[in-house]
């Protein structure tokens, strides 16, 4: 079983839609969440840490539930810009080492 | 501020060659990370760096891959001698904080024919 898992995709919505991906992780000591996206030939760039409380970029929604040992990401009104891969990334125990998900293709369309 | 660098962007070379990959981190950033994406798979973690010393290098697939910050500063990544499953890209990270957000560069891809 990977340690980080994500639902591949891909996702195609029209502009304005609202879409959900989520992602779990296997290791319960697991600290620190995070967003990160990737577009096409580039490198992973974060698009937000993801808090037990729950927290809100604009459009971006990002959940924790550390019971079921999940994670969310809420987008809102889906723009062509936000098409890309989105990165489910969790610090495993330690702090050494980012675990990446394979990541979440997102394209949307007018 | 000056992001992750990494250089060279691309490079191509013959199995059985060596190659360096070097990482500048953004400055005070005391732990550098070196990752890798092979082609159709996630990123992998390679290596951890506190300033110079190595936290954690789990992720090397084996020795022939070395990598050295000395100073603790800028990072270096060797691949000697190359073999065609080495070809990838290569992402290098840097964070402030252990457990923090990290900041990646371009990354450098490699191709080994």
């Known amino acids: 079983r990977k340690e980080v898992e994500q639902d591949p995709g891909p996702f195609n919505v029209p502009e304005g839609a609202t879409v959900a991906f989520n992602c779990t992780y296997s290791?319960?000591?697991?600290?620190?969440f995070f967003w990160y996206r990737q577009d096409c030939r580039k490198e992973p760039k974060l698009l937000m840490s993801v808090y037990s409380s729950g927290n809100e970029d604009g459009r971006f929604t990002a959940q924790l539930n550390r019971a079921s040992q999940y994670i969310s990401l809420l987008i809102r009104d889906s723009k062509l810009s936000d098409s890309a891969t989105y990165l489910c990334?969790?610090?495993?125990?330690?702090?050494?080492?980012?675990?990446f998900g394979a990541g979440t293709r997102l394209a949307v369309h007018p | 501020e000056a992001g992750v660098t990494q250089f060279p962007s691309h490079s191509v070379i013959e199995k059985g060659q060596t190659v360096t990959l070097r990482c500048d981190p953004i400055s005070g950033h005391d732990n550098l990370y070196w990752y890798r994406r092979v082609m159709g798979k996630e990123i992998k973690f390679l290596l951890h760096f506190v300033k110079e010393s190595k936290q954690d290098e789990s992720g090397m697939p084996n020795n022939r891959f070395l990598a050295e910050r000395t100073g603790g500063t800028y990072s270096t990544l060797k691949v000697q001698p190359a073999e065609l499953e080495d070809s990838g890209v290569y992402f290098c990270?840097?964070?402030?904080?252990?457990?923090?957000?990290?900041?990646f560069g371009q990354g450098t891809r490699l191709t080994v024919v």
């Open positions: 990270a840097s964070s402030q904080d252990p457990g923090t957000a990290a900041f």
């Open positions: 290791n319960s000591a697991s600290q620190s």
């Open positions: 990334v969790v610090f495993s125990g330690g702090y050494n080492k980012l675990i």
